[in-house]
């Protein structure tokens, strides 16, 4: 190539003249005019007038017309590693089973790093999960040291249980009266779970299994803010008092069998009996701790 010279363009689809000029459109077929002739594109067509001829697309060519190329298939997406969310869950739920047994002792202060260590991970979702567990009462934060765990007496347990009954004996009347037998037995599994971790002994499955049972009974209100109180109460309720024993198997499942006893009483339409089970199963005289 000659210096100075600028090498032409690659021609990428066809040219079509700019709106309002003045560029002829060229004949392409042979016996028509030559290069720099107005040809209309047919033997014996009228000419019209410079300036005159209508501007249209031209057809691209297929030997010129630009081809997009082929998309490459994407690479397979490795698998999502988990989140801290999860690792704070996991951590949160070890930490409710340590407090609901008494492994973790009322009134002891832990910090983040040797619970941490404990549970083989680091200290940051240890943190995160024990302000959750603040903000439910379970533990307070002790500047500097870590988390002392919260000291409960009865007289906490009966003023909440007393709160409790406020908000739903009353709630639980209302549904008996309006939903039909079938929605009661929808909750026969979560009544059955209850019993099953009480005959093992299990203090915090049950725990578990006793607040799923009792935020599915409180959900059929459809009242999202009262489900959400409710919640708030019940998590306060499980965390032992101080001194406390742990429950025994016995109480367990005598707690337990208190939901089936109240699945057949709602179902049976025996208002006076569906309030006096509420109210004694709220009471913290009848709660294992």
Do not use: K
């Not at 042979?30 to 007038?49: C, F, K, L, Y």
């Not at 698998?79 to 969310?85: A, D, E, K, V, Y």
């Not at 009480?198 to 959900?219: K, P, Q, S, T, V």
């Amino acid at each position: 190539m000659e210096q100075g010279r600028a090498e032409p363009a690659p021609r990428l689809r066809a040219q079509v003249p700019a709106q309002g000029g003045s560029q002829p459109v060229r004949g392409g077929h042979a016996g028509h005019d030559g290069p720099g002739e107005h040809s209309g594109g047919h033997a014996g067509a009228a000419v019209p007038p410079d300036g005159a001829y209508e501007h249209r697309p031209a057809v691209p060519d297929p030997a010129t017309a630009f081809v997009p190329a082929p998309v490459p298939p994407r690479a397979a997406v490795p698998p999502r590693q988990p989140q801290r969310h999860s690792v704070r869950g996991q951590v949160l739920a070890a930490l409710r089973e340590a407090l609901i047994s008494g492994e973790l002792v009322p009134g002891e202060v832990y910090s983040a790093p040797a619970l941490a260590a404990r549970y083989g991970v680091s200290a940051t979702p240890v943190r995160e999960a024990m302000q959750l567990l603040a903000g439910e009462g379970a533990v307070e934060v002790a500047p500097n040291r870590g988390f002392r765990v919260a000291e409960r007496t009865h007289r906490d347990l009966a003023e909440l249980a007393e709160v409790r009954a406020m908000l739903e004996v009353p709630a639980l009347l209302r549904l008996a009266r309006a939903l039909p037998a079938e929605r009661w037995e929808e909750l026969r599994p979560l009544a059955a779970a209850g019993v099953a971790a009480a005959a093992h002994g299990d203090r915090a499955g049950y725990a578990e299994a006793d607040r799923a049972f009792h935020h599915a009974l409180i959900a059929l209100t459809g009242n999202r803010r009262l489900v959400q109180v409710a919640d708030d109460l019940h998590r306060r309720t499980q965390w032992p008092v101080t001194g406390g024993s742990a429950a025994r198997t016995a109480e367990l499942l005598a707690a337990a069998s208190e939901h089936t006893a109240l699945l057949d009483a709602l179902m049976a339409r025996e208002y006076a009996i569906v309030e006096r089970i509420a109210r004694d199963h709220l009471s913290p005289a009848r709660r294992p701790h």
